[in-house]
């Protein structure tokens, strides 16, 4: 399937062109037939990137949503069954000197799966490395999972609904436009049930994003 972003400045827009050819080779142009089906092919709308502009906002289909740095969250799609199932996401990060919030939501009308991310800066006022450390604390919550059977009773409660929380910390050491390095440390745990710690460095590289870590 064709899925093309039309940008403009910092707004985009994700089409799921939706053609597909049969045998013959021609495309299957059904789905077009009535100028209302553009709605349809709307898979997102997005203003800014996350990770790089203050404000960031996605709505609609998410398919690579990360929280954090990605130890309770990384790579979350609401997309799995699309186009049968479409879901209005929200992926929103704000970010400023002295504090940050975070928030990702897998359907605003079902509202089962979510999670939010706060940082502060508590010594942004200071120049210097130590300026920019960072300190967060995550929340999320699964209430219909999946895999329920994988879970112990107990981690799932009577209502199979899972939740995590965690606390990390990042310090940035170096960052300019062509090299980003970050120093990183988390930790989380899924309630009643066990806990995860992580650290390493995480950045980019010109227009590649890498990460090492110890988990």
């Not at 609609?60 to 186009?83: D, R, V, Y």
């Not at 059977?149 to 939740?163: E, H």
């Not at 930790?187 to 995480?202: E, L, N, P, R």
């Amino acid at each position: 399937r064709l899925q093309p972003e039309l940008t403009l400045g910092k707004f985009g827009l994700g089409i799921d062109l939706g053609l597909e050819w049969d045998q013959q080779n021609k495309a299957n142009v059904q789905d077009w037939n009535d100028p209302t089906d553009i709605w349809d092919k709307i898979l997102y709308a997005r203003y800014g990137k996350k990770g790089s502009d203050p404000f960031a906002i996605r709505l609609g289909g998410l398919n690579n949503s990360t929280l954090g740095h990605g130890l309770i969250m990384s790579g979350f799609s609401n997309m799995t069954f699309w186009p049968d199932v479409k879901q209005l996401g929200v992926d929103l990060a704000v970010d400023t000197k002295f504090a940050g919030v975070e928030g990702i939501v897998e359907d605003v009308d079902k509202h089962e799966i979510f999670a939010d991310r706060l940082t502060i800066r508590p010594l942004a006022m200071q120049k210097g490395l130590f300026g920019k450390l960072g300190l967060s604390g995550s929340y999320a919550v699964d209430r219909r999972p999946v895999d329920a059977a994988l879970w112990s009773s107990s981690a799932l409660g009577g209502d199979n609904m899972i939740i995590i929380y965690g606390f990390d910390q990042d310090l940035p050491l170096v960052d300019n436009s062509l090299f980003r390095l970050v120093q990183t440390f988390d930790w989380a745990t899924v309630k009643d049930y066990g806990s995860a710690v992580a650290g390493g460095f995480m950045g980019k590289l010109a227009m590649f994003d890498y990460k090492l870590e110890y988990r």
